[in-house]
C-alpha cells in the first residue's frame, strides 16, 4: 500500500495534483494504488490536448493531508503516459 502526499516536493513526479471540479480522478502512478482492478477492455480519456490516453485500471488511493490527516479517494483511474508538461 503506498501513501502519497499533498505537498510541494522536491522530486516533482510524486507531486499529486487536485481539481476539485473534475469527473474523475487520474495518476499514472500505478504504485499509489491500495488496490487495483484492471480493465480488460481498452478505455481511453481524452484530454485537453485531444489525445486519448489509455485508461488501464482503477482503484483507491491513499493521501496523506497537510494537517496530517489521510483521506481515501476512492475510484482513482491509472492512466498511461498521463504526466505534466
Given at each position: ?52 490516453y ?18 481515501n ?7 498511461l ?5
Amino acid at each position: 500500500m503506498a501513501e502519497i502526499a499533498l505537498a510541494i516536493e522536491e522530486d516533482e513526479s510524486d507531486i499529486w495534483f487536485v481539481d476539485s471540479g473534475v469527473s474523475s480522478h487520474m495518476t499514472g502512478k500505478k504504485k499509489w494504488f491500495r488496490n487495483f482492478r484492471e480493465y480488460k477492455i481498452g478505455v481511453k480519456v481524452y484530454l485537453g490536448d485531444d489525445r486519448g490516453y489509455k485508461i488501464k485500471g482503477h482503484g483507491d488511493v491513499l493521501v496523506t493531508l497537510p494537517n496530517e490527516n489521510t483521506k481515501n479517494i476512492s475510484y482513482v483511474c491509472y492512466v498511461l503516459d498521463i504526466r505534466r508538461t
